[in-house]
């Protein structure tokens, strides 16, 4: 079956430490997303890549990295510059971009800082 | 600044009790309004796209409809499976990022 597969789905990290979720995709999609969602909040856009080997800053940037190396994985690592990393963590993709607007998510990880 | 606002929070109906959702918006220029449902501790499931005013879209008991600065997601009829977030977001030309409400979580009461 395609779809996005996110790993893990819980997490709980000791402050100071650097963590990395799993994106995969087997839809054939060329652009990905993460996003963070906090209780009461809508989905805010933490990174996007459009392309392999390119990825663009969402609105909360700061305290996270990614990487694009391969079409099929976009990794999350939440670095210890993060100040409040405890949250839910949605990847997406979509065909392009400039799409439809039809994103495909995965199940999501939630991150747990102790 | 680009901005989606999502009305009510939270909605308590009847089964069978239908209702509106409301999504504003303020876009610079829209490439698309889009509509999600979510349930509890899973990804948001995409469920219409709308591209300029006056269009409608229906899926089961739900309809979306657009104007110039909100879209409705009407429910018609709605069941106890209906409940779940339904999150609203808008893409901008300007740069192609979607942005997200912050949802409306309905209940359906049996």
């Known amino acids: 079956d395609g779809g996005i597969t996110q790993s893990p789905k819980y997490l709980f990290r000791k402050e100071g430490q650097n963590v990395t979720l799993s994106c995969e995709q087997n839809?054939?999609?060329?652009?990905m997303y993460w996003y963070r969602q906090d209780p009461g909040q809508g989905l805010r856009l933490i990174y996007y890549?459009?392309?392999?080997?390119?990825?663009q800053k969402g609105d909360i940037a700061e305290g996270y990295s990614v990487s694009r190396e391969k079409k099929e994985s976009f990794p999350l690592t939440v670095t210890s510059a993060q100040k409040n990393p405890t949250a839910f963590y949605l990847c997406?993709?979509?065909?392009?971009?400039?799409?439809?607007?039809?994103?495909?998510f995965g199940e999501g990880s939630r991150l747990t800082v102790l | 600044e680009d901005q989606v606002t999502q009305s009510p929070e939270a909605l308590r109906l009847q089964e069978g009790e239908s209702s509106s959702l409301n999504c504003s918006y303020t876009v610079s220029g829209l490439r698309g309004l889009f509509w999600y449902r979510q349930d509890p501790g899973k990804g948001p499931e995409f469920l219409f796209t709308?591209?300029?005013a006056g269009e409608e879209k229906e899926k089961e008991r739900l309809k979306a409809t657009l104007t110039k600065k909100e879209s409705f997601l009407h429910i018609t009829a709605p069941k106890p499976e209906d409940s779940a977030t339904y999150l609203c977001a808008v893409q901008a030309t300007r740069d192609d990022k979607i942005i997200f409400g912050k949802g409306t979580r309905l209940h359906i009461l049996p």
């Open positions: 890549s459009q392309i392999v080997n390119d990825f």
């Open positions: 997406a993709s979509s065909l392009e971009v400039a799409g439809t607007g039809e994103l495909f």
């Open positions: 839809l054939n999609h060329d652009a």
């Open positions: 709308l591209y300029s």
